[in-house]
């Protein structure tokens, strides 16, 4: 592994029946200290752009920066706080070189099950200090479906950028949700009825993934999973890149926005 970052036997047993593998250190302090830096001026460039009317869409609050080809998710309850970016690449050179990391890259082919993949879309995720909310009950393919002829195809890694609690709102995944398919959604109109009824599943199933900054965990658009508000004194960080088989054009080409993010 320490030379390819392929999955091994083990790991695509575990993927296979729990729809997720966790690799711990994946990165060290050093390496986790320039990918923060890079995360948080991208913040701060983001906060000094002019803003522009904020949506509230399903349980999020969004804000589309054209200008800028990406999207910024609000707090809600913190409509001054931002919990997320989605696509970045094309903004900040040294996080689309951490997206073209085979320590990433190699273990996603052996999700989709292709060797020549590229970026489908990249996403910040913060958890401010008390401050940030929860992440709804979801899986991924609902969003993307409509987008892209791919949408059950796309792998994701997310990076833990800070040690991850139950306290802090870790990733809670559900093993096994993954080849029970699309799941029951809630009954609304609009962005909305992307999101699960948690009424209508059940959360004890959730196994919460308490894990070390510097873990990385791959997993496939069916999980099911979620994350609760962050109640701890310190923030929850994680950047999240998702791939998809070669020759499908990036999420911000369908968006309309940015650039691609090549993994060549």
């Not at 060290?28 to 995360?39: F, G, K, P, Q, V």
């Not at 099950?113 to 940030?132: C, P, Q, Y």
């Not at 308490?210 to 929850?236: T, Y």
Request: negative net charge; proline residues 6%; charged residues 30%.
């Amino acid at each position: 592994m320490a030379d390819s970052y392929r999955l091994d036997p083990r790991e695509l047993k575990e993927l296979n029946e729990s729809g997720f593998v966790l690799r711990d250190d994946v990165f060290d302090a050093r390496e986790l200290r320039a990918i923060i830096d890079a995360c948080e001026t991208l913040i701060e460039d983001l906060l000094a752009a002019k803003r522009r009317t904020k949506r509230v869409v399903g349980s999020y609050m969004f804000e589309l920066q054209r200008e800028l080809g990406t999207v910024v998710k609000w707090e809600p309850d913190e409509p001054d706080v931002v919990q997320g970016v989605e696509l970045f690449a094309h903004l900040n050179d040294d996080l689309k070189r951490w997206a073209l990391d085979p320590r990433l890259v190699n273990p996603a082919r052996d999700l989709i099950g292709e060797d020549d993949v590229i970026m489908f879309t990249e996403k910040l995720n913060l958890k401010r200090a008390h401050k940030s909310g929860p992440i709804v009950l979801h899986q991924d393919h609902p969003y993307w479906a409509d987008v892209s002829p791919v949408a059950g195809r796309i792998a994701t890694a997310m990076v833990f950028l800070d040690d991850a609690s139950a306290e802090n709102g870790c990733l809670e995944v559900s093993p096994g949700s993954h080849r029970e398919g699309p799941q029951r959604r809630r009954s609304v109109d609009g962005f909305g009825q992307m999101e699960m009824d948690p009424a209508r599943y059940d959360t004890s199933r959730l196994l919460p993934l308490e894990v070390r900054a510097g873990a990385v965990v791959f997993f496939g658009p069916f999980l099911v999973h979620r994350s609760l508000p962050n109640r701890s004194s310190a923030d929850r960080r994680a950047l999240l890149y998702s791939y998809q088989p070669a020759g499908h054009p990036h999420l911000g080409e369908l968006m309309g926005l940015g650039k691609t993010a090549k993994t060549d």
